[in-house]
């Protein structure tokens, strides 16, 4: 289940619950309230454990990036050594190897700044997520403590 569907609910019982006459307090039920606590106990290490995945993907991008760089740049580099048996196809293979390392640092900063940006995008999602969490927890226990709008008299 989805924290914030927990986190409405939670907001739900306390909003919805029976005040305390001559006060502004209100009444729930504890036991629904510590079902939906252990519902969220057991999701948010989900969504961390999702992110986590995020980040060893990441991971894995950047490593594939780096291999497929140094295999290109082993081959220019192969390509360089066959090639340097005239003057002129050795100038010709040191410009070509120089364009293929070229290609391949362009190619491996791309795609490591692609997995960043898709990391930092769903790290944000989750930052977000759990603020929401953390500010509808603290409205409800304001709520609970009797710092909310006093609750209508019956």
């Given at each position: 289940m989805d924290v914030l569907v927990?986190?409405?609910?939670?907001?739900?019982?306390?909003?919805?619950?029976?005040?305390?006459?001559?006060?502004?307090q209100v009444r729930v039920d504890k036991e629904e309230i510590y079902d939906i606590l252990d519902q969220m106990r057991a999701t948010i290490p989900e969504e961390i454990?999702?992110?986590?995945?995020?980040?060893?993907?990441?991971?894995?991008m950047l490593a594939e990036a780096k291999r497929e760089a140094e295999r290109?740049?082993?081959e220019a580099r192969d390509r360089q050594e066959r090639l340097i048996?005239?003057?002129?196809?050795?100038?010709?293979?040191?410009?070509?190897?120089?364009?293929?390392?070229e290609e391949a640092r362009g190619r491996e900063r791309e795609i490591r700044l692609g997995a960043e940006d898709?990391?930092?995008?769903?790290?944000?999602?989750?930052?977000?997520?759990?603020?929401?969490?953390?500010a509808a927890v603290q409205?409800?226990?304001d709520r609970?403590?009797?710092?909310?709008?006093?609750?209508?008299?019956?």
């Open positions: 927990l986190i409405d609910k939670l907001d739900d019982l306390v909003h919805n619950a029976k005040g305390v006459m001559m006060t502004d454990k999702q992110a986590r995945w995020i980040v060893k993907e990441r991971q894995e290109i740049v082993k048996s005239e003057e002129e196809i050795v100038k010709q293979a040191e410009r070509a190897a120089e364009d293929i390392i898709y990391a930092d995008e769903i790290l944000g999602t989750l930052e977000t997520n759990l603020s929401k969490f953390i409205r409800g226990r609970l403590a009797g710092k909310d709008e006093p609750a209508e008299m019956l």
